[in-house]
Every structure is written in C-alpha cells, then in structure tokens.
C-alpha cells in the first residue's frame, strides 16, 4: 500500500535538496509555498529605520508600519488575519530571528485553518532563517532596507554592528541608531553567552570618517579581548592600547556591562559617559547608577594611569537599564524643549506599563524624537536598553 504524500514531506524533500539552497529568496517561497499547499506567500522586511515593510518583489506595494494591519503584526510579533483583495484570506505572520524583528511574511489561502496557519508559521519562521542567513553578503536585501543613499561614515559602522535585538529567556537587549543614514560616532554593542548577557555604547568625537574609525577600533579590540576572556578592566584597557597606538589623536566615551543572567549581577565601566539609568517597578531611580566616571577610551595614559574602575550593582527581576548618547537627551521636543533625563524615562515607563515589546517601545521612542525635529537631529542619538528577566524554577 502506498503512503500518499503530505505536504509537510514535501515541504522536507525541498529543504533537503542542497540544489534549491541556492535559490533567490522569492523562488524559495513561492516553492515552499507550492509545497505547503498555500495559494501564495510574500516576504516582507522592515526598512532601516523600522517605518516601512518592502517586499521582496516587485508586485506588491510596500506598506506602512505605522497605518497596515501587516505592521500591527511586526509591531507586536502576533498573527494578523484580514480578507484578501484577490479573494480569500490573508494572514500576516511576523518573521523573527531569535528575538530580532526582521519583517513579515503575507501568506494567502482559500481559507484559513488551524494547519494552514501552522505551515504559515513553519514558512515565516523559515524566510527569517533565509534572510539572516543571506543578508550578509546578498545586496538585495541591503538595497530593499534603505530608502535613500548612506554616506561612507555610517556603511562603515553599520557594517559593525550587531542585530538590533539579541535576547534569551533570561534578558532581552534591544537598540536603534538615528539619524540612520548619517550616523558619524555612535554605535552600540551586544553579545551573549551561555551566562552572559555583554552589552556596550560608544560615542566617538566628532561626526566623520575619523569618528567612524575611533568607534570601530574600540568595538574591534572590546569584542577581541571579551572572546578570549579578558575581565571588564581589561576588556576596556585593551580598547585604550588600540587608540593609543592606531588613532592618538582620537577618543570615545563608552559605557560596557556585563550581565549575570542567573543572578542578575551587572558589572560596568563608564569611560566618561553620561550614566546609564535604571527602572524598576515603573519608576526611575535617580542617580541609582551614577558612579565617578573614567577618562575616555584611549586617554588614560594621559589623566589616569590607574586601572579602570568597575562598579557593580544587583538587578532585580524585571530591571530596566538604559545607555544612551547625549544626542537623545538633548534633542528637541515639539514643542521646542531639551527632552531631557525625566522625558526619556517616563516614555519608556509609559510603555512598559503598556506591555509593549522592548524593542517596539524604542522604535517609537526614535521615531519621536526625529519626528519632532523634521529628520534634523543636531547630534548622534543612539538606546540601548536591556532588561533582565529570570526564569521561575
């Protein structure tokens, strides 16, 4: 007796074919799709700054973050189902890598049931694969996240960064970086392990290729003293070397941590930065991790030959931290105001009193404050928030 042919063993036979590993994004899909017995399935990714989701043809129009039902999906990485123009349903499935948002998958149907939702999720969770894998060396899906041309500064340090949001069961870190085209000086880090959640801001001076190199030098020397297993100290003073030796004349404020993600023990050093700011039980507290700052990465030789200062301090479950470059505190409201300390962290209590995802609440956070200066920010303004959130045993 024969066994018939399910979809799902299509579907297997497909991604077990080395020969179909090399297909463009769209083919893949339309295959995949074929094979899961879906009338059709669309890619769609965010742009760099998160306000718009393009596909990756040309068919279909792009479509708003902010106004579409598809961005209610990427805003809040649920299911979205509405009725088709072309007949049928559409349901809009968000593409996540881990924790990273990358865009949505619109996967139409006669009909929607409980299996066809499924293989709608296996495809969309398939497509986020494809495209983390790929993005990296395809420019098409570079080309389809911009909206217009990047200067020579920020290809380089964009170039550098991490994913805008790395998390486990333990902690989420999240980020973004304005003005996203032009950004000089400013960048953000993060990394984890299997105990630790590593995570960095750096602000170089000035806003050129200069900048853009000091910055990338010291993410380079921090990243190779934190893989061989340097301690904090000297994670930071290998960066000093590098400046010192490679770019004299350059410098960089930085904060870098270290999270303990089963006791959540932070550890950091603030290399003259503004100090980052805590939130806790929906509230700031003040100064909770203001410390002494230390010279700028790449002038301790200079003003303090001591070794760098690490301060320490106990999270509790649900903690909040916030970096953040002067560019943010000091950008302007609408209504012509500095934004300031109690600004920025009453945002972003509001929104976590709301439930909103971490990385959500700093996509509309960013998008404030260029908005309210019509896309002129007077500096650099990059977040990085994390937030620490043990698992119950």
Same mark, same amino acid.
């Given at each position: 007796?024969?066994v018939?042919?399910?979809?799902?063993?299509?579907?297997?036979?497909?991604?077990?074919?080395?020969r179909?590993?090399a297909l463009?994004? =769209?083919?893949a899909v339309?295959?995949c799709a074929k094979?899961?017995?879906?009338?059709?399935?669309?890619?769609?990714q965010?742009?760099?700054?998160q %306000?718009?989701l393009a596909?990756?043809?040309?068919?279909?129009?792009t479509?708003?973050?902010? *106004?579409?039902?598809?961005?209610?999906?990427?805003? =809040?990485?649920s299911? %979205?189902?509405?009725?088709?123009?072309?007949?049928?349903?559409?349901?809009w499935?968000?593409m996540?890598?881990?924790?990273?948002?990358?865009?949505v998958?619109?996967?139409h149907?006669? $009909?929607?049931?409980p299996?066809?939702?499924r !293989?709608? &999720?296996?495809? $969309?969770?398939l497509c986020?694969?494809m495209?983390t894998?790929? !993005?990296?060396?395809?420019?098409?899906?570079? &080309?389809r996240? !911009?909206t217009?041309?990047?200067?020579?500064?920020? #290809?380089?340090l %964009?170039?550098?960064?991490?994913p805008?949001?790395?998390?486990?069961?333990h902690?989420?870190?999240?980020?973004?970086?304005?003005p996203?085209?032009?950004?000089?000086g400013d960048?953000?880090?993060?990394?984890l392990?299997d105990?630790?959640?590593h995570?960095?801001?750096?602000?170089?001076?000035?806003?050129?290729?200069?900048?853009?190199?000091t910055?990338v030098?010291?993410?380079?020397?921090c990243r190779?003293? &934190?893989r061989t297993? /340097?301690?904090?100290?000297?994670l930071?003073?290998?960066?000093?070397?590098?400046?010192?030796e490679?770019?004299?004349?350059?410098?960089c404020?930085?904060?870098?941590?270290q +999270?303990?993600l /089963? =006791?959540?023990?932070?550890?950091?050093?603030?290399c003259?930065?503004?100090?980052?700011l805590?939130? !806790?039980?929906?509230r700031?507290?003040?100064? $909770?991790?203001e410390? *002494?700052a230390?010279?700028?990465?790449g +002038?301790?030789?200079?003003?303090?030959?001591?070794?760098r200062?690490?301060?320490?301090?106990?999270?509790?479950?649900?903690?909040?931290?916030?970096?953040?470059?002067?560019g943010? =505190?000091?950008?302007r409201?609408r209504?012509?105001e500095?934004?300031?300390?109690?600004?920025?962290?009453?945002?972003?209590?509001?929104?976590t009193a709301?439930g909103?995802l971490?990385? #959500?609440?700093?996509?509309?956070l960013?998008?404030?404050?260029?908005?309210?200066? *019509?896309?002129r920010l &007077? *500096?650099?303004a990059?977040?990085?928030?994390?937030e620490? @959130?043990?698992?119950? @045993?």
């Amino acid at each position: 007796m024969t066994v018939p042919e399910t979809a799902d063993s299509v579907l297997g036979e497909f991604l077990a074919d080395p020969r179909n590993a090399a297909l463009d994004l =769209t083919t893949a899909v339309a295959r995949c799709a074929k094979a899961l017995r879906l009338q059709s399935a669309v890619v769609y990714q965010a742009d760099l700054q998160q %306000r718009l989701l393009a596909p990756l043809n040309d068919v279909v129009p792009t479509l708003p973050i902010d *106004d579409s039902l598809a961005g209610w999906a990427y805003r =809040t990485q649920s299911l %979205r189902v509405e009725e088709s123009e072309l007949g049928g349903m559409t349901a809009w499935l968000p593409m996540v890598d881990g924790v990273e948002r990358l865009g949505v998958l619109a996967v139409h149907a006669p $009909a929607l049931d409980p299996l066809s939702l499924r !293989r709608g &999720r296996t495809l $969309a969770h398939l497509c986020a694969m494809m495209v983390t894998s790929k !993005r990296a060396y395809k420019d098409t899906y570079v &080309r389809r996240a !911009r909206t217009e041309p990047m200067r020579l500064p920020a #290809e380089m340090l %964009r170039a550098y960064l991490p994913p805008r949001t790395i998390g486990t069961t333990h902690a989420v870190s999240t980020a973004v970086m304005e003005p996203a085209y032009e950004i000089g000086g400013d960048a953000f880090d993060h990394a984890l392990t299997d105990t630790t959640l590593h995570a960095g801001i750096l602000d170089s001076m000035g806003h050129n290729l200069a900048s853009g190199l000091t910055t990338v030098v010291s993410l380079a020397a921090c990243r190779n003293a &934190r893989r061989t297993g /340097a301690d904090l100290s000297e994670l930071v003073g290998s960066a000093d070397e590098a400046l010192a030796e490679w770019l004299p004349d350059q410098f960089c404020t930085a904060i870098v941590c270290q +999270l303990d993600l /089963a =006791t959540g023990g932070l550890r950091w050093v603030n290399c003259g930065h503004p100090p980052p700011l805590l939130i !806790r039980d929906q509230r700031l507290l003040a100064g $909770a991790m203001e410390r *002494d700052a230390d010279p700028p990465l790449g +002038l301790p030789a200079t003003f303090a030959p001591t070794p760098r200062r690490v301060h320490e301090m106990k999270l509790e479950p649900g903690d909040r931290v916030l970096m953040y470059t002067d560019g943010v =505190t000091e950008a302007r409201t609408r209504h012509g105001e500095e934004l300031g300390l109690d600004r920025f962290a009453d945002y972003v209590i509001r929104a976590t009193a709301t439930g909103e995802l971490p990385p #959500e609440t700093l996509r509309r956070l960013i998008h404030s404050i260029v908005d309210a200066q *019509d896309n002129r920010l &007077r *500096d650099d303004a990059t977040i990085v928030m994390f937030e620490w @959130r043990p698992v119950d @045993r």
